[in-house]
């Protein structure tokens, strides 16, 4: 009997479901809203959190972990030079996941 696999699929090879996080969290920081579904919702906002979380600290280190995550420069310098420095102050909890109709 196959072991039962930890977390929601998002499709595909775990390569594939690697590339779909990283896209999505570039999306989700350069735009800073994301329409999708709950099931990518629910698994790229742990992503995201970690992300953020690396760039409250600002420093070099923290900067190549990001850019080994989510390799789009812009999406980077916008979370090291925006959105770190505005939840400075704030212990996690940076997003939200919000139902758009039925």
Do not use: C
């Amino acid at each position: 009997m196959p072991t039962p696999r930890k977390g929601k699929r998002l499709g595909g090879s775990p390569q594939h479901q690697a590339k779909i996080l990283s896209n999505l969290a570039a999306s989700l920081i350069e735009s800073e809203a994301l329409t999708t579904t709950v099931t990518k919702a629910k698994v790229l906002r742990p992503y995201v959190e970690k992300l953020i979380t690396k760039a409250r600290a600002g420093d070099l280190h923290s900067r190549r972990l990001v850019l080994a995550k989510v390799p789009n420069n812009d999406a980077v310098t916008k979370l090291f030079d925006e959105i770190g420095p505005r939840y400075a102050d704030r212990d996690g909890g940076y997003t939200r996941i919000t139902k758009l109709g039925p």
